[in-house]
């Protein structure tokens, strides 16, 4: 029996498990299992490994797509570049990283940007907002990160720091937060979405709920809006290729 999984804290509503799990009774893989590891701390991964020795790859989301890189035995070049991985293929013993976010995202992004769309707030810093920065980089698309608390080294704005100028200067805006994330669907990154219009295109990676108050913030605004779920679909089917490769 092959096996594969997803390691990350917390996953009680895991989206990789029920894609794998209905991927392999839609195209009969009667040999394979996911597993869903929800683990405290990225130091319970390796005794994880050893209690399933037939694990042939997992996937990582939040919060150990930078905590994983020590464990890696090779990283590829991206993930290297963004020091961000949430695909491992495993050898022999060996973790060989990936990151299939970049490709989720890039395919995702581009169905509905248009021409206007040509600046852009990363909401957050972590190792999902890196995959994005590596692809707005890629499309030479100017970007600004936004977290709770400004870092003048990175250039990182404070949600307080955004300015109606800003708003319409920056007229993407991708969040990269957990914020909106069922159950805790009342929250939404602090912007003024009074400030924005039809020019503004609105992209969440969170996938659950499918529009969460950001996007419906954005909405009502008149704003392009687009959640994660194509992102999600597409790295996944990209982790299978390279567990499969």
């Given at each position: 029996?092959?096996?594969?999984?997803?390691?990350?804290?917390?996953?009680?509503?895991?989206?990789?498990?029920?894609?794998?799990?209905?991927?392999?009774?839609?195209?009969?893989?009667?040999?394979?299992?996911?597993?869903?590891?929800?683990?405290?701390?990225?130091?319970?991964?390796?005794?994880?490994?050893?209690?399933?020795?037939?694990?042939?790859?997992?996937?990582?989301?939040?919060?150990?797509?930078?905590?994983?890189?020590?464990?890696?035995?090779?990283?590829?070049?991206?993930?290297?570049?963004?020091?961000?991985?949430?695909?491992?293929?495993?050898?022999?013993?060996?973790?060989?990283?990936?990151?299939?976010?970049?490709?989720?995202?890039?395919?995702?992004?581009?169905e509905k940007r248009l021409p206007q769309h040509n600046k852009a707030l990363v909401l957050g810093t972590g190792g999902a907002a890196s995959a994005v920065a590596?692809?707005?980089?890629?499309?030479?698309?100017?970007?600004?990160?936004?977290?709770?608390?400004?870092?003048?080294?990175?250039?990182?704005?404070?949600?307080?720091?955004?300015?109606?100028?800003?708003?319409?200067?920056?007229?993407?805006?991708?969040?990269?937060t957990p914020l909106g994330t069922y159950p805790q669907i009342d929250t939404a990154p602090d912007l003024p979405y009074h400030l924005l219009n039809a020019s503004?295109?609105?992209?969440?990676?969170?996938?659950?709920?499918?529009?969460?108050?950001?996007?419906?913030?954005?909405?009502?605004?008149?704003?392009?809006?687009?959640?994660?779920?194509?992102?999600?679909?597409?790295?996944?089917?990209?982790?299978?290729?390279?567990?499969?490769?």
């Amino acid at each position: 029996m092959r096996e594969y999984g997803l390691i990350g804290y917390p996953l009680s509503h895991s989206f990789s498990q029920k894609y794998f799990t209905e991927k392999f009774i839609r195209e009969g893989i009667a040999d394979a299992v996911f597993h869903a590891f929800a683990i405290p701390s990225i130091t319970d991964l390796p005794p994880t490994l050893q209690s399933h020795p037939a694990l042939q790859g997992f996937a990582i989301t939040i919060p150990y797509k930078r905590a994983i890189i020590p464990y890696l035995h090779q990283a590829h070049g991206a993930v290297v570049e963004m020091d961000a991985c949430n695909c491992v293929k495993i050898i022999n013993g060996q973790l060989y990283g990936y990151n299939t976010d970049v490709i989720g995202f890039e395919k995702s992004f581009l169905e509905k940007r248009l021409p206007q769309h040509n600046k852009a707030l990363v909401l957050g810093t972590g190792g999902a907002a890196s995959a994005v920065a590596f692809v707005l980089n890629k499309l030479s698309i100017p970007f600004q990160y936004v977290s709770r608390t400004a870092n003048i080294s990175t250039g990182t704005l404070a949600y307080g720091d955004i300015t109606a100028d800003i708003m319409a200067q920056f007229n993407i805006i991708i969040n990269c937060t957990p914020l909106g994330t069922y159950p805790q669907i009342d929250t939404a990154p602090d912007l003024p979405y009074h400030l924005l219009n039809a020019s503004h295109y609105l992209f969440d990676l969170v996938y659950n709920p499918s529009k969460t108050k950001f996007l419906q913030l954005g909405e009502a605004q008149g704003a392009t809006i687009k959640n994660g779920y194509d992102m999600l679909v597409l790295q996944a089917e990209e982790n299978w290729i390279i567990w499969n490769s």
